[in-house]
Each structure stands twice: as C-alpha cells, then as structure tokens.
C-alpha cells in the first residue's frame, strides 16, 4: 500500500514539475499571467485609488468635462466629467468577473453534457450531441442580441429580479453559459468515451461502484486538464461578447460601467473628443489577448502531442 | 457519395426546421407585441379593440399555433411586411443582401491572399523572429475587440486623417455620377475590419496545417531526391496542405456573419448583419425572424460544407469511416 502511493506521488511530482517548466518556457503566457493578475489586483483595488484620488467613479463633473491626464485625474475625464482611470477600473471588475464567471459556467455545464454522452453512449449520446450540434448551428451574435434584448416578465420572471440593478450582470452571464458550453461538452465527450473502456474504470465497474461515482472520481480527474485549457482560452472570447453586448447597449447596463459600454459613450463623441475611445478599448484587447497567450501556453504544456 | 450527401443535407434541413422553431419562440419573448406597438402609435384604440385585433391577427392563439401559421406562409413565399421599413420583408432583404455578399466575399477573398503565403512563410520558417512576429500579429487579430478595430480605423482614417467616410453609404445616390467610386469608398474601411478580424485565424491555421505536412514522409522523398524548396511547396506541400484550411474556411461562416453585423453596424453599411440588429432593436418581428434564419442558414451551409468538402478533396478518407466518426 504504501509502495503504491510512494510510485504515486512521485509520478505526481515529476508530471507537476515537467508542466511547469513547459509552461515556464511559453515566454508569453508567463507575462500573460502576471498580466492577468496585476489587472484583476488593479481592479480589485478600485476604492483604495478612489481614497486616493479623492474622488469617486460616479462623481460627475459638468465644467471639467473630456480633461487631459492632470494629478487628480491620471487620464483625464469623459464625456460628463467622471473619473476615466476610476471607470476603467470598475469596469476591470464587471467586465472580469462576467467573464471568468460565465466562463465557469459553461464549463460545468459542458462538463455534465459531455460526461453524460461519453460515458453512458448509445441514444443519450446520439441525443445529446445532435442537440450540441444545434446549438453550434445557431448563429452566435444575432442570438446573443435576440437573449439580450428579451423581456424577462414575459418568461414569468418575479419584478423583485427582473428589475434589481445588477439584473444585466447575471443575465449577460446566463446567456453566454447558455451557448458556450458546445466546446467543453464535445472535448469532454472524446475524453470520457476512451476513459471508459480503459481498465480501471472497467475495475470500478466490477467493484460495483455506481454511475455517478465512477464519472467523478474516476473519469474526471483524468480529464481536467483538457477542460482547463478550453475553458481558459474562452475566457478571452467572453470577454469579447460581453464587450460587444454592452456596447450595442444590450449587455452590462450603465450606471455600472463595463468597458463595452464605456466605449458606446465614446462612440457619440469621437469627432470632438476620440482620446476617449482608446482607453477601454486597449483594455479589452490586453485582457483577451492575455487569456490566449495563457490558454495557448497552457495548451503546450499540458498536451504535447499538440502541434502549435 | 450521393447518399452521404443527401443524407447530411435532410439533417441540415431538419436542424434548420428546429432551430427556426427556436427563433421564433425567443422572438416571442421579446419585449411587446406588434399590437402594443399599433396602441402605442393610436391613442384611440381601447382595450377591446385590442383583442379584436389580437385575435384578428392570431396573436390569441398559442405559440405553437403561431409558429405554423407563420412557417406556413414562409412556405408559400410569404413573410409579411418589415414594420420599419414599410415594405415587404422579401424586398428589404433583396436590396440588403448582396451588399452583406459582396462585403463577406471581398473580406474572404483578401484574408485568404493574405492568409495563405504568410502561413506558408512562417511555417517554413518555424520559431524564427519573423515567424514569431507574425504568430503575435495574428494573436492580436484574434483578440480584438471588432467594434475597437472599427472605431480606431474611424479615428485614423475618417477624423485624424479625413481620407475615408466613417460611413453612411445610404447617402450616395444610385445611378449618380461618381456612384461607384462613391460605393468603393464606403466599402474600403469595413472590408479593411473585417479582413483584420478573419485573417490572424486563418493564418494560424495555414501554418499549422503546413508544418505537419512537412514533417510527412513524402516531402523527405522528395527533399532527398534535389526537389527544390519553392518546388516541393508547389507541388507537394502545398495541395495536401490546403485541405483542411477548406473545412476551416467553411466552419467560419458563421463567425464571420458575427463580424460582419459587428462591422456593418459600425460603418453603417447596409448589409444582412445592421438588418438583423436594427429589426431587433426597433421590434420589427417579420424582418428579424427572416434574418435570423438567414444567418442560421448561413452557418448551417457552412457546417454542411466543411463535411462534404472534408471527404470531397480528400481521397483517404472514405465516406465510411467518416458515417462511423460521426
């Protein structure tokens, strides 16, 4: 016994340190990291720059509109006189957090879907993948807007909800997990249709270990890194639709700032003031193209039958 | 073959009669109803007026009922009247649709002139600086932001620059002189955003597609045999690595519709895309719904191409083990 978990752990280790220098090496998803993670402190960090600025994310000022970079104002102010630097930092958060959580959900939900197929085969297979294939079918953006733009009293919806003031966060959440769940759902599939003929899943079967157990000791350790890596790189794509959402005016609604839609103000200004347009946009950029370097590097370290 | 693919082409079929279902059920739940609309423009109309006409115009009945009652009319080439554009829905789109083609088509074409030799080059250059360069230049191109991309060439070109219009092709008169030149102007800025949008993925994909091929057996044949470099692309390499850049090429029919509402809406191009998004928005039902199975059907032929293509072009793989693949 303890034989087994000695040859264990150390195989552990040896995989652990060979997948990190792999990774290590992707000189870019590195930065990308550390990217990722100053931008999420940054934003994290929105009230103490507030105390330090002296100044708030909402106040508005009338006479001090479109300013230049000055002290009190780092990069200067929108179209209404708002802090832009303390704007950029609370749609960090919004636009962060719709898409790290949406991308969470998709993959549990994928993950369930997938599982499901792979391990039980045959007609629920055959069910649920021509389903997935429907979904994929679907096209993503007109969609996306027709989800955005429905009105949730119609779908029997309580007013309590379907009007509290963060209802454009969750709902901009729930539609993206609700179509971005087919890439997960057919990787794990693959996945859970070769772990089931392998032989100690086929020794848990003997050993009369239910269904249930079997798909969540057994099968899905085994297949993590897989969904790790596809949920990482659509992290950067959820954070282009949401971006795009709230700037058709159908995703984060303002007074909550999002980059998208701090990009829609800007829009309308850009003959007199275009400086405005840059900011939110360059972050948006920064942060999708961080998730793809990471899920890029990730992806060469975890599987290297992969040819980048 | 011909059963493979009629077989692939009824599944299509029967997934566009579900999806269309689908559609109009999420076009149901959108925010009023066209009666709410006609009370709100006709202060005169009573309440029971208003189910006079809901029940005139079957809005009464379940949605199931609607849904047949609608298909059934598309059937016969009837899809009501666009409530926006006070025309039939046919018409708008007949005027819409071939500016969304030629706008798709130029970008395609040009992504893929582009995309082809710089996949090649890096691919026969692999982990060089200039193939890391182009590897970052692509990643950018997949990561940002399409409206961003359309505002900043707006900012460089059309207000720091002034040599481009920011849009509103809707203003030039047809059959003016000048018309044309006029059209191609509007045309340069969204083909540039979408060119932008698409070609970074298909460059990756080249390239991808290059290296494996010529790391395959046949090329060492035929690099031990003298065959020269430009040669052994031309002929060897470059057929078997073309193949599954079709299929990808296909499979993004539907991302690249995604762009090209994203890049209408933005330069006010009067294409398929802003079509779609202005009915939406402006609740005209009878348009949006024929949209959205436009672009559904677009990426259903997309799909159902990148199948037929996939065993068409290549002769190793047989219909056979491609029904088991499945």
Known sequence: ??????????????????????????????????????????????????????????????????????????????????DLLLRLLYGGRVSLAAGLVAAIASAVIGTFIGLLAGFYGGR????????????IALPLLPLLIVLAAIDLNKLG?????????????????????????????????????????REFVLAAVAQGSGSARIMWVHILPNIVSPIIVATTLSIGNIVLFESVLSFLGLGIQPPLPSWGNMLTNAQEVIWSSPQLAIWPGLMIFITVIAFNFLGDGLQDAMDPRAID | MLRFVSGRLIESLIVLLALSFIIYWLMGLMPGDPIDIMIASDPNLTAADAQRLKALYGLDQPIFERYLNWIGSALEGNFGYSRL?????????????????????????????????????????????L???????????????????????????????????????????????????????????????????????????????????????????????????????????????????????????????????????MFSWLGMGKMIYDSILGNDYNLAL??????????LLGNFLADVAYVWLDPRITFVSLEQRR
């Open chain 1, 1 to 82: 016994m303890t034989l087994v978990d000695t040859t264990g752990s150390t195989t552990g280790t040896v995989r652990g340190t060979r997948l990190s220098r792999r990774f290590l090496q992707h000189r870019l998803a590195v930065a990308s990291a550390g990217i990722i993670v100053v931008l999420a402190l940054l934003s994290l960090a929105a009230p103490a720059v507030e105390w330090l600025l002296g100044t708030s994310a909402a106040t508005t000022n009338l006479f001090d509109r479109t300013a230049a970079p000055s002290w009190q104002h780092p990069l200067g102010t929108d179209e209404i006189g708002r």
């Open chain 1, 124 to 135: 629920l297979d055959a069910l649920l993948m021509r389903f997935t294939d429907g979904v």
């Open chain 1, 157 to 197: 919806l309580p007013p309590s909800i379907a009007q509290s003031e963060n209802v454009s966060l969750y709902r901009i959440i729930l539609i993206i997990a609700l179509v971005g769940w087919t890439t997960v759902a057919r990787l794990v599939r693959v996945e859970a249709l070769s772990m089931r003929s």
């Open chain 2, 85 to 129: 554009h006070t025309r039939p829905v046919m018409e708008v789109v007949g005027a819409r649709l071939p500016n969304t083609v030629l706008l798709l088509g130029l970008s395609l074409v040009l992504a893929l002139a582009i995309a082809v030799p710089v996949g090649i080059y890096a691919a026969l250059k692999p982990y060089s600086q």
């Open chain 2, 131 to 265: 193939d890391y360069i182009i590897n970052l230049t692509c990643f950018a191109g997949i990561s940002v932001p399409p409206f961003w991309l359309a505002l900043l060439l707006i900012i460089l070109f059309a207000v720091t620059l002034g040599w481009l219009p920011a849009g509103g092709m809707g203003h030039v008169v047809a059959g003016s002189s000048g018309a044309f030149g006029a059209r191609l102007e509007h045309l340069i800025l969204p083909t540039a955003t979408l060119t932008l949008l698409t070609v970074g993925g298909f460059t990756r994909f080249m390239r991808a597609s290059m290296l494996q091929t010529l790391r395959q057996d046949f090329i060492r044949t035929a690099r031990a045999k003298g065959v020269s470099l430009s040669r052994m692309v031309a002929a060897h390499a470059l057929r078997n690595a073309l193949l599954p850049l079709v299929t990808v090429v296909a499979l993004s029919f539907g991302a690249m519709f995604s762009g090209a509402l994203i890049t209408e809406t």
């Open chain 2, 290 to 299: 024929v949209g959205l199975m436009f672009a559904t059907g677009l990426t």
